[in-house]
């Protein structure tokens, strides 16, 4: 997926060409995979740009860097604030943007605690993740051979970028298989998530969902999912699930802020009905909610 640029990049309090957006070689983040990350997207709606749950991503990316202890040198006001400022900069109606706090240049070695902690926030032009038709065809599921990694090792509630790491391994393997995306399993055995989505498929007419201690993110798209289902009247819940429960679910899809509400057409060879009732109508109100097309779901668009 190359990357269209645009005209500005903000780096630690102001916005800079986006070619001048450089680091040094030596920064500490990219030797030592300890930098976290959001992924959002602005949606172009009747009234302007607006960025989806922006207070939560920006509330997410704290959290993460908390987990890290990673004392990030801004307010998370002053991070919604700049989030806006970059979007509003490009004159983009919709975008995919990523803010991202990591260990600068300065220091060598596995130690933190002296380093600097740099800030940038860009945003681009980027499609839907998983393809046009991942709605209406659904993607091909492969169980990856690579274990999501567990608490104690990378804890799966911050995205840190070397947790992703694990993400691209298990990416790369199902591409290479002829697969769209893989599912990974907890080293319980237990599904916990895609490499970039969360996991939901319906048994006995629940939707069921993955929790955090299965080692899945707690992923923004998944609880506006959880209350869009809600409302339109579906039994939802968190739920740990075995591996044979996705093989033989009345419909299944992933959801994420990259891959939106994508449809599952089969796990492993063995196919799931696609796209199932249930998948298409949460799509549908998720296509319309992040576009501030539905009245009760307006205070997650966040104009810029
Ligand atoms: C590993 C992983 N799981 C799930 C998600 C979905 O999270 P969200 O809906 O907040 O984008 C993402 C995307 O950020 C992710 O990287």
Redesign the pocket.
């Known amino acids: 997926m190359p990357i269209t640029p645009t005209s500005k990049i903000w780096m630690n309090g102001e916005l800079v060409d986006w070619d001048k957006a450089q680091i040094h070689v030596l920064t500490h983040s990219l030797h030592y995979g300890m930098g976290v990350f959001e992924?959002i997207r602005a949606y172009e709606t009747s009234t302007g740009p607006a960025v989806f749950r922006l207070t939560d991503?920006i509330e997410?990316l704290f959290s993460s860097a908390k987990i890290m202890m990673m004392d990030i040198p801004f307010s998370v006001d002053e991070i919604v604030e700049a989030t806006k400022e970059t979007v509003r900069s490009t004159g983009l109606p919709s975008c995919y943007i990523r803010p991202i706090a990591f260990y600068g240049y300065g220091e060598m070695g596995l130690n933190t605690l002296p380093c600097s902690i740099d800030v940038a926030i860009a945003c681009w032009p980027w499609g839907a993740y998983l393809g046009d038709d991942a709605v209406s065809k659904g993607v091909r599921m492969k169980i990856s051979s690579w274990t999501r990694h567990n608490h104690n090792t990378m804890p799966p509630a911050s995205?840190t970028t070397g947790?992703?790491v694990n993400?691209s391994l298990a990416k790369v393997e199902a591409l290479k298989a002829g697969y769209d995306e893989a599912i990974m399993l907890n080293p319980q055995g237990f599904v916990s998530?895609?490499?970039?989505?969360?996991i939901f498929v319906s048994r006995n007419g629940v939707l069921l969902s993955p929790p955090l201690a299965a080692g899945?993110?707690e992923?923004?798209?998944?609880d506006s999912v959880m209350t869009i289902a809600a409302d339109l009247g579906y039994e939802v819940r968190l739920s740990e699930l075995a591996r044979s429960d996705l093989y033989i679910a009345e419909e299944m899809f992933v959801?994420?802020?990259?891959a939106e509400v994508s449809a599952v057409n089969s796990v492993d060879d063995r196919s799931i009905p696609c796209p199932g009732p249930r998948t298409r109508a949460i799509a549908d109100e998720y296509h319309k909610a992040v576009r501030g097309e539905t009245d009760r779901y307006k205070d997650w668009c966040e104009h810029v």
Request: glycine residues 18%; proline residues 0%; charged residues 15%.
């Open positions: 992924g991503h997410r995205k947790n992703y993400s998530e895609c490499t970039g989505e969360n899945a993110l992923g923004i798209t998944q959801c994420g802020t990259a």
